[in-house]
């Protein structure tokens, strides 16, 4: 399990991308960190662009290289094209599907809520976060009272948020079903995947 915990606006500026959820501060420094970030105007090579695109990706969805590496491999066994198939496994995890859900306000928490035990996948406790789900698959929250106090709190704050057409959810049961495995158009990538699956291919 990925759990990034340094400076998370150092590198949200670096990127020059929201990487892990909204920041006030972001806002006033959109430029990169260190002194010279203001008047920086350096030129990044193709290597540094799609070692860019990579680490966002990799930061986003909270893990380590050799997580991410592995998800590769597995995109790069399945039929069709690599750059989406990363993605939809990436999108298809239990600690993002329910952060999509609204059960959780950012994917770090999603995680923890998914270690600590709290949802149930088909009836089923799940504590990996790495967790595929299918279509068909039902998400539900367990049975400990804290646990669904914890979600109707999350899913009032996120009440704004729309839920992904390729997931449905029931606030009043604090239950989400996975209709079908999303689009690339349906995840809205922050990153050129093809430069992810390039830089790989050196």
Do not use: C
């Amino acid at each position: 399990m990925g759990r990034y915990t340094g400076p998370r606006l150092k590198v949200s500026r670096r990127h020059n991308a929201l990487l892990f959820g909204p920041s006030k501060y972001f806002e006033r420094k959109n430029y990169p960190p260190g002194m010279h970030g203001p008047k920086s105007r350096r030129k990044m090579s193709d290597y540094g662009l799609a070692l860019s695109e990579k680490q966002k990706l990799r930061y986003m969805y909270g893990l380590f290289e050799k997580q991410f590496r592995h998800i590769f491999s597995k995109a790069l066994r399945h039929r069709g094209v690599t750059g989406e198939t990363l993605l939809q496994l990436l999108e298809t995890r239990l600690d993002n599907v329910a952060f999509r859900l609204g059960f959780a306000t950012t994917r770090a928490f999603a995680r923890q809520m998914v270690v600590h035990g709290h949802l149930r996948v088909n009836g089923a406790r799940v504590s990996s976060p790495s967790f595929n789900v299918k279509p068909g698959d039902v998400i539900e929250v367990g049975n400990s009272v804290k646990a669904k106090s914890i979600v109707q709190k999350n899913l009032d704050v996120t009440q704004g948020n729309s839920t992904p057409e390729w997931l449905t959810l029931d606030r009043q049961t604090l239950r989400g079903e996975v209709k079908r495995i999303p689009s690339r158009e349906e995840i809205a990538p922050i990153v050129n995947e093809r430069m992810v699956v390039e830089f790989y291919s050196r």
